[in-house]
C-alpha cells in the first residue's frame, strides 16, 4: 500500500518524482536514511531477523540513478544493498519495513526478505553479479520491442571479482542495447578492502568491452544532475554503458560487522554528501522536512507492526505453472528418419510458428549449424532469431532467463550438457526463483544440450548430467529416446510448458531412427504434473519377471539388454522408459511399478544420489516389496579412449549381468 | 601376407556406416588405390580404395548392410590362394556357459523349490518348459524312467582307492528318493500301537470267501489307505509352488523285497477297482515283482505308499518319502507282538492330527454298513 510522502508527488506507477534541488534531494534521501535507520532499530528491538545491509552513507548514489529512469520500461536490477534502489524505484515504505520484518504487508508477502525484492521492472537478488546476463537478456528484449527502457545493473566494487560481470557487459556491448553497469564503488566489500582485491582500473574494464564509460563522485554538488545526464545518453545512444560511482559506506556492511578504525568512520562521517545538501538548506527548512519525514516514517512503522506475521495463503508443494493449451503449428511425425532431424524439424516448426521463439548458443550460424549440425539450415531461414553468442554459458542462460521473463521464448542450446554446470547458478538461484516466489512470473526457458559418452570425447564431454540437475527445485528435466516423439516433446517444452526446462539430448540418439516400435503410453497419473504432456512409454510382458526402467540415450542399450534376456534367458522383460525425469512423475509410475517383481533402473549418469536413487526411493516409500537393482556409472571421470569408456559406461552385457545376477 | 581393408569412419558421430557397394569378386586381382567399394552415411558416400595391390581372398561384410566403423570389409592376400588368417574368421562371442539354466528357469526352480541339477533338460540349456514340464509331475517320472537319479554330488573321489560301479534301476530309485526328502519334503512321523485281532478276523474271513491260499491282509489294509485317501484329498496330494497339488488319481505305492532288492510297486488307478479287484490286482504285480518282472510304470508315479516290515519282526520303521508324495504308511510287528501303524508325511502337506486320524481309521477294517455315500 502506497501512503502519500510528504512533499513528494508519484508518476502513475506511484514512482516518486523527485527534484533535482537540494530540498527534495535531501528529503528523500534523509527519508531513506530514517527508514534504514528504523529497520536497524527494530533489529535491535528483535522484530526482524536474518539479514540486512542498508546504503546508509550512499543514499544518493543510490538515489541518482533510480531517480533518473523515467520511462516506463526502465529497469532495475539490484543486489543485497538495494533499499534506497528500492524506495527510490517505487516509494513503497512501508511494503519494503513489512517485508524486512516478515509481515503480510511486505512487497513480497515476506518470502524475500531484505535482499530479494520484486515489483514490476525491479528486481534484486542476493547472488552478487547473479542477475547480470538477466540484465542483458532484459536489454535484449527491450530492443527487440523497439523499447527505449533501459535496464540498470547495480554493482559494488568487490562484485567486480565476478567472472560473470565481464560476460554481461561483453552480451551488452556486442548486443547493442541499453544496458548501464552501475558500480556503486565505496572501497570495500563487507570488510575488505577492494584495493586489495581489485587489478587495473575499474573503467579500463568497461572501455575493454567498448562500454560508454563514465565516473561521478556523490559528494559532487552536481552529482545527481550529471547522473541524469549519463542516463539520458545511454537511453539516446541506444548501446550499453558503465558508471562508476565514487561514495563512501558510513553504515556497517549488514550490521554490527563494522570493523573500520574510528578515524576512518570519522573520514566517512564528515565527508557524508546527504548531510552536506542538508546544510545547504536553512536549518528551518532542513528542521521541517526531518520533522515530517518523523511523522510519515512513524506512520509507517505502525502499520508494520500491525500487520500479521506473513503465512501462505495456501502453500504451495511445487512451482510448477500448468500446462498451456496453445498449440501452434502442426503435431510432429512420430516417425522421423533420425532424432536429429525430428529436432531439426521441431526447431523449424517453433521459429515459424511463434516470433517469440528465439535460438540462442554457441556456433549456431551456418554452415556450421549448431552443435551435432542440430539447427543446421535455420539461421539462414530465420536471420537476427538464430543468435550465436560468445562462449558464455552463464551469460547466455542468463540472458535467455532475461528474455524469458519479458515474453520472449528462448531456446538455449549449450554445446556439450556437461558445460551446463557454468549455467548452474542461473538455474538454481535465478530461473527457479523467479516463478518459485512469485507465483504469476513465468520463465518460459529451454535448455537443449546433447549429452552422454561412448563417442570418445573424453571426461568433459560425455556426461549425463541429469542427476545434478533434477534435484533443482522448479526446474524441468526431460530426456527423451528415439522411441518418443522426440521433436513434439521440444514442441511442447516451448510452446506448452512455461517453466524453466532442461532438455536432454542423447549425442548417440541423433542418427538412431525415431520409432515408437512396440512401444504404448503409460497412463498418466492425473496428480503428476507434466506427465501427460512428456508421456513415459513401455513395452513387453504384462507380467514381466523384469522391469528395466530406463531412458535417454541408455534405451537402445537396454533394448539390446532386453532382447538377450528374453531371447537367452527366456525371461519375460518389460522395458519403462520415461522422457520426464523432473518433476518425476510419480503417480505415474507408482502405477506401472508397484507390483513388479524385479526392478532394474539403468542409466547413463554417475548414478549415486540420482534419478535411480530417487525412483527407487520413491517405490520403496510406497511399499514396494520385490527385488531392486540400478546400473550406472561408477563415480569416476570417462575416459576418452573408446576401449576403456566402453568398460566404464553401461553395455547391454553389464545389464544382463547385473539382471541375472539379481535373479 | 593377408592385408585387410576396414570400414572408415566418416564422421564422429556415426559408429556405423551402410555399405553400399563392393564391386570385387573371390580370386580377383586390385591394384593399389583401386576403388573396392563405397559406404554411406546421412551425409556423405566415401569410396575405399584398396591400400596395397593383392587378390582378393575372403570378402567379410555384405552389400547393403550396417556395418562397425573400423570392420574388416575385404582381405587381401599376395597371391589368389592365400587363405585368410585363421584368427580373423573366428568370431567371438560372450554366451552362457552351456547347459547352466536359463534365467527364467532358476526363477522357476526357485519357485518349486527345485535346484537345476534335479530336473533334466531336454536340451543344451535347462529351459523354463523343462521346470514346468518337471513341475507338471512328468518331471519326477522322466528323471526315473531316464534312469538319471539326483545325487549327492561329488565333484572329487575319495582318497581311498575303490572302483566306480553303476547303480541298479532300484538303488537310482531309491537315491532319487532320499534326494527328494532331504531337499524337499519336511517329513514327520508318527505312530500308534492297535489290536490286530478285528483286522486278522477281517482277512481270515476275506480269505475263506475268496479262498486265498496266502492272508490278504496287507493287501486289504493298502485298500483301506486308497479308500481314505478318496475321501480326504489331501492325504494323496504334494507340495507345488507354495500350493497343495491334490492328485485326480490315486496311484498306490506298495514296498516289496525280492531277494535282495526293494521295489515300491505302484498299482495305478488303485481308486477305480473295487476291494477284490484292488488284492487281486495287488496279488498280481507283488508275484511279477517277486519274479522281477515289473514294467517301468508299475516302478513310478506313487502318490501315496504302504510298507510293512511286519515280516522282519521290527519294531518300527521309518520311512522315507517317495518323491512327490505326502504319506507313506509304515507297518510293524514287533518281536513281543505290539503291533504298530506309523506313517512318514510331508508336514508341508499334512499335520499330525490328519495323520493320526487316518491311522486310527486304518486300525480297523471298514464297518460294511457304513457305506452309505449315496445318501450323501
Ligand atoms: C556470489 C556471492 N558471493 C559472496 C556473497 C556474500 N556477500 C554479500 S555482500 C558481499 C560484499 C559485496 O561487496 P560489494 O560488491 O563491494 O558491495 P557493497 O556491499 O560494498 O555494497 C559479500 C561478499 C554473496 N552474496 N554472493
Ligand atoms: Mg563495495
Not at chain 1, 144 to 168: A, F, H, N, Q
Request: net charge negative; aromatic share 6%; glycine share 10%.
Amino acid at each position: 500500500m502506497l501512503f502519500p510522502i510528504p512533499g513528494v508527488e508519484r508518476n502513475e506507477h506511484g514512482k516518486p518524482l523527485i527534484g533535482l534541488d537540494d530540498a527534495s534531494l535531501y528529503a528523500f534521501g534523509h527519508l531513506l536514511r530514517s527508514t534504514e535507520q528504523l529497520i536497524l532499530d527494530l533489529f535491535s528491538r528483535g522484530l526482524l531477523s536474518g539479514t540486512t545491509h542498508t546504503c546508509i552513507g550512499q543514499e544518493l548514489c543510490q538515489m541518482a540513478v533510480v531517480r533518473a529512469l523515467d520511462h516506463e520500461d526502465d529497469a532495475v536490477l539490484s543486489n543485497h544493498r538495494n533499499h534506497g534502489h528500492y524506495m527510490t524505484y517505487s516509494g513503497d515504505f512501508l511494503g519494503l519495513v513489512a517485508e524486512v520484518m516478515g509481515r503480510k504487508a511486505g512487497v513480497c508477502g515476506g518470502y524475500g526478505g531484505s535482499q530479494h525484492i520484486a515489483y514490476r521492472h525491479f528486481h534484486s537478488n542476493g547472488i552478487q553479479a547473479g542477475m547480470t546476463g538477466i540484465g542483458a537478456g532484459l536489454a535484449l528484449a527491450r530492443k527487440r520491442k523497439d523499447s527505449p527502457g533501459i535496464v540498470t545493473i547495480m554493482v559494488g566494487d568487490g562484485t567486480l571479482g565476478e567472472g560473470l560481470l565481464y560476460e554481461s557487459m561483453n552480451l551488452a556491448s556486442i548486443w547493442n542495447c541499453r544496458v548501464l553497469f552501475v558500480v556503486e564503488n565505496n572501497g570495500i566489500a563487507q570488510t575488505t578492502y577492494t584495493s586489495e582485491t581489485l587489478g587495473g582500473s575499474i573503467e579500463a574494464r568497461g572501455q575493454a568491452f567498448g562500454l560508454q564509460t563514465w565516473r561521478l563522485n556523490d559528494a559532487d554538488p552536481e552529482f545527481s544532475a550529471s547522473v541524469a545526464r549519463v542516463v539520458a545518453q545511454v537511453r539516446e545512444s541506444g548501446r550499453a554503458g558503465m558508471l562508476v560511482i565514487d561514495t563512501r559506506r558510513l553504515g556497517p556492511h549488514s550490521k554490527g560487522d563494522d570493523l573500520r578504525a574510528d578515524d576512518e568512520k570519522a573520514a566517512i562521517a564528515a565527508r557524508d554528501p546527504l548531510a552536506a545538501i542538508g546544510r545547504r538548506l536553512a536549518d528551518s527548512e532542513r528542521e521541517a522536512i526531518e520533522a515530517r519525514n518523523t511523522v510519515f516514517l512513524a506512520r509507517i512503522e505502525a502499520e508494520a507492526l500491525a500487520s500479521p506475521e506473513a503465512s501462505f495463503d495456501a502453500q504451495r508443494l511445487h512451482t510448477f505453472s500448468p500446462v498451456s493449451t496453445t498449440r501452434i503449428g502442426s503435431l510432429q511425425p512420430a516417425k522421423a528418419s533420425n532424432v536429429r532431424l525430428a529436432i531439426n524439424q521441431a526447431l523449424r516448426t517453433l521459429l515459424g510458428g511463434d516470433e517469440r521463439v528465439l535460438l540462442i548458443g554457441e556456433d549456431l550460424h551456418e554452415p556450421y549449424g549448431g552443435a551435432f549440425k542440430v539447427s543446421a539450415g535455420l539461421s539462414g531461414d530465420f536471420a537476427g532469431r538464430v543468435i550465436s553468442t560468445p562462449i558464455s554459458e552463464a551469460g547466455i542462460t542468463g540472458a535467455s532467463i532475461g528474455l524469458a521473463l519479458d515474453g520472449e521464448r528462448p531456446i538455449l542450446e549449450i554445446m556439450f550438457a556437461d558445460f551446463l554446470t557454468l549455467c548452474m547458478d542461473q538455474l538454481y538461484n535465478h530461473a527457479v526463483k523467479f516463478p518459485g516466489m512469485f507465483e504469476d512470473v513465468k520463465v518460459p526457458l529451454l535448455i537443449r544440450t546433447p549429452a552422454g559418452g561412448r563417442r570418445g570425447y573424453g571426461p568433459t564431454h560425455s556426461q549425463n548430467p541429469e542427476n545434478l540437475f533434477v534435484s533443482v527445485p522448479g526446474l524441468t528435466v526431460l530426456f527423451g529416446s528415439h522411441r518418443h516423439n522426440v521433436g513434439q516433446l521440444l514442441v511442447d517444452a516451448v510452446q506448452r510448458w512455461p517453466n524453466p526446462t532442461v532438455f536432454l539430448e542423447h549425442k548417440l540418439l541423433y542418427g538412431e531412427a525415431q520409432d515408437p516400435a512396440d512401444y504404448e503410453l503409460v497412463a498418466a497419473s492425473p496428480e503428476d504434473q507434466g506427465a501427460d504432456l512428456f508421456p513415459t512409454l513401455r513395452r513387453g510382458a504384462d507380467a514381466p519377471d523384469v522391469t528395466l526402467l530406463s531412458f535417454g540415450g541408455m534405451l537402445p542399450v537396454v533394448e539390446r539388454a532386453a532382447k538377450q534376456l528374453e531371447e537367452q534367458e527366456e525371461l519375460a522383460v518389460e522395458i519403462v522408459a520415461p522422457a520426464l525425469l523432473a518433476p518425476l512423475p510419480r503417480g505415474t509410475l507408482l502405477d506401472a511399478l508397484l507390483d513388479r517383481p524385479r526392478i532394474v533402473v539403468v542409466e547413463e549418469s554417475h548414478h549415486e544420489f540420482g534419478v535411480s536413487a530417487e525412483i527407487l526411493a520413491m517405490l520403496a516409500e510406497a511399499g514396494f516389496t520385490g527385488q531392486v537393482l540400478r546400473v550406472g556409472l561408477a563415480p569416476v571421470p570417462i575416459a576418452s579412449a573408446r576401449s576403456l569408456e566402453r568398460e566404464q559406461i553401461p553395455d547391454e552385457q553389464m545389464i544382463v549381468a547385473s539382471v541375472l545376477d539379481l535373479i | 601376407m593377408a592385408v585387410s581393408i576396414h570400414a572408415p569412419r566418416i564422421n564422429n558421430n556415426d559408429d556405423q556406416v551402410k555399405l553400399i557397394a563392393l564391386d570385387v569378386a573371390i580370386g580377383q586381382k586390385v591394384d593399389r588405390g583401386a576403388v573396392i567399394g563405397q559406404v554411406e552415411t546421412d551425409k556423405a558416400v566415401v569410396d575405399i580404395e584398396a591400400p596395397a595391390e593383392g587378390y582378393v581372398i575372403g570378402l567379410q561384410a555384405e552389400v547393403d548392410t550396417m556395418v562397425e566403423v573400423g570392420s574388416i570389409l575385404v582381405w587381401l592376400g599376395e597371391s589368389a590362394d592365400e587363405v585368410v588368417p585363421a584368427a580373423a574368421a573366428v568370431e567371438t562371442r560372450a554366451g552362457q556357459a552351456s547347459g547352466a539354466p536359463t534365467a527364467k528357469a532358476r526363477l522357476l526352480l526357485k519357485r518349486h523349490g527345485l535346484t537345476a541339477d534335479q530336473v533334466p533338460a531336454a536340451g543344451e540349456r535347462l529351459t523354463a518348459e523343462d521346470v514346468e514340464h518337471y513341475v507338471a509331475g512328468k518331471g519326477g517320472r522322466t528323471a526315473q524312467a531316464s534312469g538319471s537319479p539326483v545325487a549327492t554330488r561329488i565333484d572329487r573321489l575319495p582318497d581311498v582307492p575303490g572302483a566306480l560301479r553303476p547303480l541298479r534301476p532300484d538303488e537310482r530309485g531309491m537315491v532319487n528318493t532320499v534326494s527328494w526328502s532331504r531337499d524337499f519334503a519336511v517329513p514327520g512321523y508318527i505312530e500308534l500301537e492297535y489290536d490286530p485281532q478285528p483286522w486278522d478276523a477281517y482277512a481270515k474271513d476275506y480269505a475263506d470267501r475268496h479262498r486265498l491260499m496266502l492272508s490278504p491282509l496287507l493287501s486289504l489294509m493298502a485298500w483301506r489307505l486308497v479308500e481314505l485317501a478318496r475321501e480326504t484329498p489331501a492325504l494323496n496330494a504334494t507340495h507345488v509352488g507354495e500350493q497343495r497339488y491334490e492328485y485326480g488319481e490315486i496311484n498306490l505305492g506298495f514296498t516289496v523285497q525280492a531277494g535282495e532288492t526293494l521295489y515300491l510297486t505302484v498299482l495305478r488307478n488303485a481308486d477305480t477297482l473295487d476291494e477284490s479287484g484292488f488284492v487281486n490286482a495287488q496279488g498280481d504285480i507283488q508275484r511279477r515283482a517277486a519274479g522281477h518282472r515289473l514294467v517301468p510304470a508299475e516302478l513310478q508315479g506313487a502318490t501315496i505308499s504302504f510298507s510293512s516290515m511286519a515280516r522282519w519282526k521290527v519294531s518300527r520303521h521309518i520311512p522315507i518319502l517317495p518323491p512327490h508324495t505326502a504319506l507313506m504308511v509304515a507297518h510293524a510287528v514287533s518281536a513281543d507282538g505290539r503291533h504298530v501303524l506309523g506313517a512318514t508325511y510331508d508336514h508341508r502337506v499334512l499335520n499330525g492330527f490328519q495323520v493320526v486320524n487316518t491311522l486310527r481309521k486304518l486300525s480297523k477294517p471298514a464297518v460294511p454298513d457304513r457305506k452309505k455315500e449315496n445318501t450323501q
